[in-house]
Nanobody
Framework: QVQVVESGGGLVRAGDSLTLSCVVS????????AAWFRQAPGKEREGVSF????????SYLDAVKGRFTISRDNAKNTVYLEMNSLKPEDTAMYYC??????????????????WGQGTQVTVSA
């Protein structure tokens, strides 16, 4: 079965950097759009960044533009989220997700069928 495993979260100070990794097994990642979502306590889940199957299309949440960079290594079945200039408002559980349909570019949450358990990112002021 498909497994999605995130890593790289932690407790950092404002202005610091972190890079999250997401390893996918049980499927060929190179056919699927992948994404990072986050959910803070008491808030709805939001899409942080999306990347198409070959990386030709990328989208970012306005709040992270210029600070976060999504990338992927299809040979390693891995998606990354480099986060720079972190702010306290970036504190959340970060989830990696993989799209349901191959070759399909999407930023619609319901189009993502495979989700990891999340990795916590906490940014102190």
């Amino acid at each position: 079965q498909v497994q999605v495993v995130e890593s790289g979260g932690g407790l950092v100070r404002a202005g610091d950097s972190l890079t999250l990794s997401c390893v996918v097994s049980g499927m060929t990642l190179e056919r699927q759009t992948a994404a990072w979502f986050r959910q803070a306590p008491g808030k709805e889940r939001e899409g942080v960044s999306f990347i198409s199957h070959l990386g030709g299309y990328i989208s970012y949440l306005d709040a992270v533009k210029g600070r976060f960079t999504i990338s992927r290594d299809n040979a390693k079945n891995t998606v990354y989220l480099e986060m720079n200039s972190l702010k306290p408002e970036d504190t959340a559980m970060y989830y990696c997700a993989v799209g349901r349909r191959p070759w399909h570019w999407t930023t619609v949450t319901d189009d993502f069928a495979y989700w990891g358990q999340g990795t916590q990112v906490t940014v102190s002021a």
